[in-house]
C-alpha cells in the first residue's frame, strides 16, 4: 500500500477524540498542552494517542520521575516562613512570658505548643516556671540560627520539583519536613513522551477539520436513503482491543468435576464428610496398627483443642478384638493392647478412605451391591516441595459386591486413568495395612517420557469388611491422588504451583476438556 492511500486509510478511520487531537499534533507538544488545546479530558486524550499509537500516527512511551510537592502549610511557609523560626526571631537572650510573646507578635496560639516542642528539639530555647506561668528564651544556639535553613529549600521545590535536582543536605532536610503534616509530599510523576512518525507528520498536513465522517447508519438514514450520500468511518477489525477475561472456574475444580462425572457415569454414588475426625475411623478401623509410622506427628496433623472425640461403642469393641487378636477374621490381629485413648485423637483426615470406612459401617446385606467415590481434601505432615504437598485432593472409591473380584478392580482403574486420558497403564504389587492383594497404578506420561505413580488400590482385608460390615464381602478399593493425575494435561512440574493464585496462570490455564 502506498503512502497516500495509507493516509486516506487513516484519516477515514478516525475517531471524533482522534481528530480533535490529531489537528493539535507538533514536533514536541506534551500531554497536558494536548489536553488545554483540544479542551478534552485527560482520560480522553489518552485514549485518542493510544488510539492514533495503533495505527502508526505515533509511538507513546512513559517517564517517570520522583518529585515533591508543597502541600498546603508549605506553600504558607514559603511566604510567612516556618512557625518555629517566626517565634525564634522575636526570642531573646532574656525570659520572657510565654502568653504576653505570643499577644505582641500576634502568633497563632493554637500552634505554641507544637512550636515550642520544636524549638527544644532543635535545641534552640531555655523554659523556666515564672510568677505568671511558662517563660522562654533563646539560648545561645538559638540567637545564631535565626535564620531559616528550610525556606531556601521550600522556594527551591516552588520552581523545580525533581527530587534529583537535590544535594545531600537538602534531601536530609527534606526527611525532617516530610515528617510534618502537610508540608510537602513526595510523588512519582508520569510524563507522556508523543514521538510523532513519518506518517504521521504526513497526516497532520491534511486539513482535517474539514473532514465529515458518519459514527452510525440510523433507521432515518435507511428511510431517506440519504445514507448513499454521506461517508461513513472505516473500522479497522484487525486492530487491538484489550482482552476481555471472562469468570470461569479454577482449572483444578474444572478436572473434579470431570472427574466426578466419570465415576457418576459409572453408577457411583458420591460420599462427603468432614476433614475433622478421630484417629479411629482414619486409621484403626482400617486395620492400621496404633504403633503404625503414619501416626505419629511427623505424618499427620493432630487437634490441639478440642483434642478427643467420641468413639461408637459396638464397633471400637470389634475393632479393639481385631487389632489385639484378630476377632473371627481368621487372623492373629496385631498383638498388642489397644488404646482407647489412642483412637480417640482428634485430627485432620489423611485420606478420604475414612468416608469408605463410616459407609462399610452403615450398610446392611440387603444394600448390597453398593458403588461409591469421592474426590475430597486430606492432609498430610509432608515437607511442601515440587513433588508433595500437605493439603490435597484424593480420588477415593470402593465397590462393595459379592461377587466382585480382582480384575472388576483393574478394569475399573483402567477405565478410569483412560478417561483421565492415560492409555498406558502399569499395575505393580504394593503393601497397605488394609488391603490385600494390594497394587500399585503407574501411567505412562508422553512428555516425560518416564512412569509415574499415582496411587494405591486392592481389595480390603477381612479385618476391615467383617469388622465394619458384620459380614465379610470382597470390597474393591483405591485412592489417588488428584493433583498428580491432572499435572500432565496442565504442564505442570511443581505441584505447588496450582495453587499459588497466579491470576495470569488462571486466566490463560486451557479447560480441562478430554
Not at 131 to 144: D, P, S, T, V, Y
Not at 216 to 225: A, E, F, I, Q, R
Not at 301 to 319: A, E, H, M, R, W
Request: net charge positive; hydrophobic share 35%.
Amino acid at each position: 500500500m502506498s503512502k497516500s492511500n495509507k493516509i486516506d486509510q487513516i484519516i477515514n478511520s478516525l475517531h471524533p477524540l482522534e481528530k480533535k487531537v490529531a489537528l493539535f499534533l507538533k514536533k514536541d507538544i506534551n500531554f497536558e498542552e494536548l489536553i488545554i488545546k483540544s479542551k478534552l479530558k485527560d482520560v480522553e486524550v489518552m485514549r485518542a494517542l493510544q488510539w492514533l499509537s495503533n495505527k502508526g500516527v505515533l509511538s507513546l512511551n512513559k517517564t517517570f520521575e520522583n518529585i515533591i510537592i508543597l502541600e498546603k502549610y508549605g506553600k504558607q511557609y514559603v511566604k510567612t516562613d516556618l512557625p518555629e523560626y517566626i517565634f525564634l526571631k522575636s526570642l531573646t537572650n532574656k525570659f520572657e512570658d510565654v502568653n504576653k510573646l505570643v499577644k505582641k507578635i500576634k502568633f497563632d496560639p493554637v500552634e505554641v505548643n507544637t512550636t515550642i516542642g520544636q524549638l527544644k528539639k532543635l535545641n534552640f530555647v531555655e523554659i523556666q516556671k515564672g510568677k505568671n506561668g511558662i517563660e522562654i528564651k533563646a539560648n545561645e544556639a538559638g540567637l545564631k540560627n535565626k535564620q531559616n535553613p528550610y525556606i531556601k529549600l521550600l522556594k527551591k521545590i516552588e520552581i523545580d520539583q525533581n527530587e534529583d535536582s537535590l544535594n545531600k543536605d537538602e534531601l536530609n532536610l527534606i526527611k525532617d519536613l516530610l515528617k510534618r503534616k502537610q508540608i510537602l509530599k513526595k510523588e512519582v510523576k508520569r510524563t507522556e513522551i508523543i514521538t510523532i512518525s513519518e506518517i504521521g507528520f504526513e497526516l497532520i498536513k491534511k486539513d482535517l477539520s474539514k473532514i465529515k465522517l458518519e459514527e452510525n447508519l440510523n433507521s432515518d438514514m435507511l428511510k431517506k436513503g440519504d445514507w448513499k450520500d454521506k461517508t461513513f468511518r472505516h473500522y479497522d477489525v484487525s486492530l487491538n482491543v484489550p482482552k476481555i477475561s471472562g469468570g470461569k472456574e479454577h482449572f483444578v475444580n474444572q478436572a473434579i468435576e470431570y472427574c466426578k462425572k466419570i465415576w457418576t457415569d459409572l453408577g457411583f454414588e458420591e460420599l462427603e464428610g468432614t476433614c475433622v475426625d478421630t484417629a479411629f475411623w482414619d486409621l484403626d478401623s482400617l486395620f492400621v496398627p496404633q504403633d503404625h509410622p503414619a501416626r505419629t506427628m511427623q505424618d499427620t496433623f493432630y487437634i490441639d483443642n478440642p483434642s478427643k472425640g467420641t468413639l461408637p461403642k459396638d464397633i471400637s469393641k470389634k475393632v479393639k478384638e481385631v487389632h489385639e487378636n484378630g476377632a473371627n477374621t481368621g487372623s492373629i490381629g496385631w498383638r498388642y493392647n489397644w488404646s482407647e485413648k489412642e483412637a480417640s485423637k482428634l485430627m485432620l483426615r489423611t485420606h478420604t478412605t475414612i468416608l469408605s470406612a463410616k459407609k462399610l459401617s452403615e450398610l446392611k446385606k440387603e444394600d448390597l451391591p453398593k458403588k461409591y467415590f469421592s474426590v475430597n481434601k486430606v492432609f498430610r505432615n509432608e515437607t511442601l516441595d515440587w513433588k508433595h504437598l500437605f493439603e490435597f485432593f484424593q480420588v477415593e472409591g470402593i465397590v462393595v459386591d459379592p461377587n466382585a473380584n480382582f480384575q472388576n478392580l483393574l478394569g475399573y482403574l483402567k477405565e478410569f486413568y483412560k478417561k483421565m486420558g492415560y492409555d498406558k497403564i502399569r499395575i505393580r504389587p504394593a503393601y497397605f495395612p488394609y488391603t490385600s492383594p494390594s497394587i500399585e497404578i503407574e501411567v505412562f506420561v508422553k512428555e516425560k517420557n518416564s512412569w509415574i505413580e499415582l496411587g494405591g488400590a486392592g481389595i480390603f482385608r477381612p479385618e476391615v469388611t467383617k469388622t465394619l460390615l458384620g459380614f465379610e464381602c470382597p470390597v474393591l478399593a483405591w485412592g489417588q491422588g488428584f493433583e498428580r493425575i491432572i499435572t500432565s494435561y496442565f504442564n505442570i512440574t511443581d505441584l505447588r504451583d496450582i495453587y499459588k493464585n497466579d491470576l495470569e496462570q488462571i486466566k490463560n490455564m486451557r479447560t480441562f476438556i478430554k
